[in-house]
Structure formats: C-alpha cells, structure tokens
C-alpha cells in the first residue's frame, strides 16, 4: 500500500521541522457561491506572477515518488482524462487540467475533512458529521499543506509570493478560515443565484453519476437549493461576525465577466496592492485567447431539476438586496442559456466565466 499524502506531509515534517516555520501571510481566499466566476477570478490573478496557487497535481501528489522519475504531471493528466471518459460532460462544464490552479477541497480530501464528498456522492451523514466536527482541523491540515508547497518551492529557488486560494466552499467554514489565518484577506463572488443553481444542479448531477448506480435530479435540484440559501446567509453574516483585519472585498459576477481587468485591478485596490502592468497585459491576452473561458455551450432547463426561478428569487431576496445583487437577463420560462460568443453582439469578455 502507497504512503497518503497526509502521512508524506507528517514524514517531511519529522525530518524536516523548519517546513512548519513557513509563515503564510496575509492569504487570499476567494469564495461565493459556486458557478459565479470564483474560478474565472483566481485564474485571472495567476496572471501576476507574484501570485500563486496550488495546483491541480500538487494538490494530489505534493511530493514526487521516492525513487523514480517525477511524473505526476503527467499522471493527474491521465487522471483527468480517465474522468472526462466516465463523464464526457464535465469538460465543458469545468475545464481542468494537471496545470491548473485547484480548490482548496482538494487539499482537505487528504484528511477526509472536505465538501467535495458532499458534492460527489450523496451521503447525508457526512455533511452531518463534519458540520459538527467543525472545519479548524482541515484548515489547520490545510495551512500546513501550504508551508510545505512553499518550503518546496524556496528550495528550488522560487520565491514565496502572494498565496490566492479559492473554493465555493469556503463559505461553510468561514470561521475556520479566520481561525487558522487570523489575517485572511476574503473575497466573494456574486451572482444571481437563479443561474448559480441551474449551473451548479447541472455540474453536480455530472460529477455524480459515474459514482451511483441511481440518479434523482430533482433531488439534486433540492438539495443544491438548500445548501446555497445557507451559505448565502452565512456571507450575509459575516462582515459583522468575523472581526477580520481588513474588509471583504465583494466582487459582482456581471462586473467581472463585463470588465475582468477592471474587476482585478479592484481587488488590488481593496487590498492596498498594486497590478504590475505586465500582469494586466497577461490578463487581457488571456481573455482574448479564450473570451468563453474554455466552456462549453449548454442549456439549462428548470425543470430537469425541479427548480422554479420566481421560487428561488424569493429564497435568495435577503441576499441579493443585501448585496445589490441584479438578476440576470431573464430566460424563457422553461430554459436558461449560455450563448457562445459567436452568437452575441456583447463584449466577447462577457462569456468568460461560467464557474
């Protein structure tokens, strides 16, 4: 039986204690809720090299075998594409490569302390136990994880930079977040939730299947429904409950798929930072190359999930007033669509971001 990466990370600190000296300054989390361009954020600012992010195979495989050559990149490229032939969907619904930044969740899977198993299997007793576990244990796993990615790369001679991590789930552990890095910057992502949850039904009913041998997508619908009303209420809450160091910064899913360097170049702002012009001249090619973000095109039917949108806005009013958050272009009463660029007179930027 292989060692986990939890045991790789405790062996490296026995033989190596000046990993736990690493000092984590002043994160970065981005969160919201999911579907609301957080992933479309954190990509854009990987645009500044000052800036860094776990990556999809770090965050599998953060230390290379013992003996051998090093091929974990190309082995969570394999992975990658063994999943999208168990469900040829998730692509385009999320594009995700071996080099690409990676959600926090999975750093926490390693200590079976993550959401991610609540979004890929049904399991209700699960998301019971953690809630009342609580989520400091994970986070304490989690800055740890981070201390030995920047040790790693210190040694190669890679400077620390500014760590910008993201996952929608953050918002169920915000406290957590506070605890283990009291001097946590936060950054939400809104959006108008009647798009958050046809897009993000859809991407669990996808993630899902190849692991169940039974499917309720109305169920999904349901439960979707309810887990994002509580974590719109949790951000609601949490400016006057967090007591952070410095303010949330609230980014506006329209603003940012509208104007994306803009968007950024706020968030540095917020942050008393200043955008390198290299990094903004990076960002705008990078919208350029790919002004859908790498999404495919797809329609979501309301009822697939047993979703009502007058319904929904009325559950998620106290967030979006709280917020000034406005409803997106309203769809026919049975479908909303993703309109590929080609098929819009909009600014080409505006199809950026589905996640």
């Given at each position: 039986?292989?060692?986990?990466?939890?045991?790789?990370?405790?062996?490296?600190?026995?033989?190596?204690?000046?990993?736990?000296?690493?000092?984590?300054?002043?994160?970065?989390f981005?969160?919201?809720?999911?579907?609301?361009?957080?992933?479309?954020?954190?990509?854009?600012?990987?645009?500044?090299?000052?800036?860094?992010?776990p990556?999809?195979?770090?965050?599998?495989y953060?230390?290379?075998?013992?003996?051998?050559?090093?091929?974990?990149?190309?082995?969570?490229?394999k992975?990658?594409?063994?999943?999208e032939?168990?469900?040829?969907?998730?692509?385009?619904?999320?594009?995700?490569?071996?080099?690409?930044?990676?959600?926090?969740?999975?750093i926490?899977?390693?200590?079976?302390?993550?959401?991610?198993?609540?979004?890929?299997?049904?399991?209700?007793?699960?998301?019971?136990?953690?809630?009342?576990?609580?989520?400091?244990?994970a986070y304490?796993?989690?800055?740890?994880?981070?201390?030995?990615?920047?040790f790693?790369?210190?040694?190669?001679?890679t400077?620390?930079?500014?760590?910008?991590?993201?996952?929608?789930?953050?918002?169920?552990?915000?406290q957590?977040?506070?605890?283990?890095?009291?001097?946590?910057?936060?950054v939400?992502?809104?959006?108008?939730?009647?798009?958050?949850?046809?897009?993000?039904?859809?991407?669990?009913?996808?993630?899902?299947?190849?692991?169940?041998?039974y499917l309720?997508?109305?169920?999904?619908?349901?439960?979707?429904?309810?887990?994002?009303?509580e974590?719109?209420?949790?951000?609601?809450?949490?400016?006057?409950?967090?007591?952070?160091?410095?303010?949330?910064?609230?980014?506006h899913?329209?603003?940012?798929?509208?104007?994306?360097?803009?968007?950024?170049?706020?968030?540095?702002?917020?942050?008393?930072?200043?955008?390198?012009?290299?990094?903004?001249?990076?960002?705008?090619?990078?919208?350029?190359?790919?002004?859908?973000?790498?999404?495919a095109?797809?329609?979501?039917?309301?009822?697939?999930?047993?979703?009502?949108?007058?319904?929904?806005?009325?559950?998620?009013?106290?967030?979006?007033?709280?917020?000034?958050?406005?409803?997106?272009?309203?769809?026919?009463?049975?479908?909303?669509?993703?309109?590929?660029?080609?098929?819009?007179?909009?600014?080409?930027?505006?199809?950026?971001?589905?996640?």
């Amino acid at each position: 039986m292989g060692v986990s990466a939890a045991e790789r990370v405790a062996s490296a600190e026995a033989s190596t204690p000046a990993i736990t000296q690493q000092r984590i300054e002043r994160p970065i989390f981005i969160t919201g809720l999911p579907r609301s361009g957080t992933t479309f954020l954190h990509r854009l600012m990987m645009a500044d090299r000052g800036n860094r992010a776990p990556l999809v195979w770090q965050t599998i495989y953060p230390y290379p075998p013992a003996t051998g050559v090093d091929r974990r990149v190309a082995r969570v490229t394999k992975q990658l594409q063994a999943f999208e032939r168990l469900a040829p969907q998730f692509r385009g619904l999320h594009p995700l490569f071996a080099t690409s930044p990676q959600e926090c969740s999975e750093i926490t899977a390693h200590v079976f302390r993550s959401l991610r198993f609540d979004t890929t299997y049904e399991i209700p007793s699960y998301r019971e136990w953690l809630d009342a576990a609580g989520h400091v244990p994970a986070y304490e796993f989690h800055k740890r994880f981070l201390q030995h990615l920047q040790f790693q790369g210190l040694t190669a001679g890679t400077a620390a930079g500014r760590w910008v991590l993201k996952c929608p789930d953050h918002v169920f552990a915000l406290q957590a977040v506070r605890t283990v890095y009291p001097d946590a910057r936060l950054v939400f992502v809104h959006r108008d939730p009647v798009s958050v949850l046809l897009s993000v039904a859809k991407l669990t009913e996808v993630v899902r299947a190849p692991f169940t041998g039974y499917l309720d997508p109305l169920e999904i619908g349901r439960q979707e429904s309810a887990r994002w009303l509580e974590g719109a209420r949790k951000m609601i809450r949490a400016e006057a409950t967090l007591q952070l160091a410095e303010p949330i910064c609230h980014v506006h899913h329209l603003d940012l798929i509208s104007d994306p360097l803009a968007t950024v170049e706020g968030v540095y702002r917020h942050f008393g930072l200043s955008l390198p012009l290299d990094a903004g001249a990076r960002m705008s090619r990078m919208v350029g190359r790919q002004p859908n973000g790498g999404y495919a095109r797809h329609d979501y039917h309301f009822q697939d999930h047993g979703l009502d949108a007058t319904a929904e806005r009325a559950k998620f009013r106290d967030y979006m007033v709280h917020f000034g958050i406005q409803p997106e272009g309203a769809p026919r009463p049975d479908v909303a669509t993703a309109v590929p660029a080609s098929q819009t007179t909009e600014p080409m930027a505006t199809r950026t971001a589905s996640d």
